[in-house]
């Protein structure tokens, strides 16, 4: 089965290159470079997007975590992954999520999707029924760390 990402991120060249190499990981991407796009995306194509990647500072009205929160209520159990180069910025309490500072490298992020692949693809048979669920789950809670560190994962181990 093949996982499709919808990728935000305002920074053009970032973006065009992270695609490329998720797409040479086996992913299906979309991309987005502002909220209004994501959202945009995500409300003409329901059911089309299986993970999110958000930068949580974007141009617009519309941030990361807002796109998240949109995503999130309609697919609790579908894996995010949050970005930023803010210095100061927390990651929130999200399950399924992990958390990435910039600077990264295109590498970690096919990393951290391969991460969220294993444990995702773990329910076997169940990942249809997953992606149709629609109540709060109680799963881990992921977060990631620079190369050559383990991820804290609580629950299990990827």
């Known amino acids: 089965m093949t996982v499709t ?21 086996g992913f299906k991407v979309l991309t987005a470079g502002t909220g209004e796009e994501a959202l945009e995306i995500l409300r003409e194509r329901p059911g089309a997007v299986d993970w999110l990647f958000t930068d949580i500072r974007l141009p617009g009205l519309i941030d990361g975590w807002r796109v998240a929160d949109e995503f999130r209520f ?6 995010v992954i949050f970005a930023t180069g803010a210095a100061q910025e927390r990651s929130r309490d999200m399950i399924e999520s992990l958390f990435m500072r910039k600077p990264y490298r295109a590498s970690e992020i096919v990393s951290a999707f391969h991460v969220l692949r294993e444990g995702w693809f773990s329910c076997g048979d169940d990942v249809e029924a997953l992606r149709h669920i629609k109540q709060r789950p109680l799963g881990p809670k992921l977060s990631w760390a620079p190369p050559g560190e383990e991820p804290a ?6």
């Open 5 to 25: 990402v919808l990728f935000v991120e305002d920074d053009p060249d970032l973006r065009d290159v992270i695609a490329y190499e998720l797409d040479l990981a």
């Open 74 to 79: 309609t697919y609790p159990l579908r894996p």
């Open 153 to 158: 994962v609580a629950g299990w181990k990827a």
